[in-house]
């Protein structure tokens, strides 16, 4: 069964500062991962996914991710934050193996971004 | 354009009610979902509509009821719900082809069961 970790029940990070949110993840063969962010009272925004190709992902407003076979992990970054990168972040992986675009959820890292 | 547009926004109705969410997308997507979340947890599949046909239902009690009338549209039927049902429900499409996998959700309903 596939599985996902969101080691972090929340990331403070300085406006201005990088920042990093942490992901790794269990399935078996080669995963397609995905990245989404929900402001409060909102539904799932979709940051960017990793199918297959060049491990270094670029997405939504300038949000990126480096997929790191070896180590499983799937970490979402950024160069500088902003007080509106404030949000509750989930990573999702889909089993390549199965025949619905069934997703499992980490259970959330919740980005405090301060001025 | 990759919008997925839910009515109603709020939703307040008693144990004995019957109500209906919509969720409708114009994206072409072949794949629907509803899902449930209670506050700052991730979200939980309940539904999967695969072209029109239901092929998962991860065990959601009878009460709740999807209905998929056409490729854009899907409904959840609520009826003699409990309290703890209270949460936003969410819906998603995703296209189904290869390497587009990625699901888009709509604002969700925030549902209270009184």
């Known amino acids: 069964a596939q599985s996902v970790a969101q080691p972090e029940d929340q990331v403070n990070v300085a406006e201005g500062n990088p920042l990093t949110v942490k992901c790794t993840y269990s399935?078996?063969?080669?995963?397609?991962l995905f990245w989404y962010v929900q402001y409060p009272n909102r539904g799932l925004q979709f940051l960017l996914k990793y199918i297959t190709g060049d491990n270094l992902v670029k997405g939504s407003y300038g949000f990126e991710a480096e997929f790191n076979k070896s180590q499983t992990s799937f970490h979402l970054k950024k160069p500088s934050a902003l007080v509106s990168d404030s949000a509750l972040y989930f990573c999702?992986?889909?089993?390549?193996?199965?025949?619905?675009?069934?997703?499992?959820f980490g259970k959330g890292t919740m980005l405090l971004v301060s001025p | 354009d990759t919008e997925v547009t839910q009515t109603p926004k709020h939703l307040v109705m008693g144990m004995t009610n019957k109500k209906s969410l919509k969720c409708e997308q114009h994206?072409?997507?072949?794949?629907m979902y509803w899902y449930k979340q209670k506050a700052k947890k991730p979200p939980e599949l309940m539904f999967v509509?695969?072209?029109?046909?239901?092929?998962i239902n991860e065990s959601v009690p009878s009460r709740f009821s999807p209905e998929c009338p056409n490729s854009s549209l899907l409904n959840l039927h609520l009826h003699a719900l409990q309290p703890e049902d209270s949460a936003l429900y969410l819906c998603?499409?995703?296209?189904?082809?290869?390497?587009?996998?990625?699901?888009?959700f709509g604002p969700g309903t925030r549902l209270t069961v009184t």
């Open positions: 509509y695969s072209y029109e046909k239901l092929s």
């Open positions: 994206m072409g997507h072949r794949a």
């Open positions: 999702a992986v889909r089993d390549p193996n199965s025949g619905y675009s069934t997703l499992t």
């Open positions: 998603a499409s995703s296209q189904e082809w290869p390497g587009m996998y990625e699901q888009y």
């Open positions: 399935v078996s063969g080669n995963p397609y």
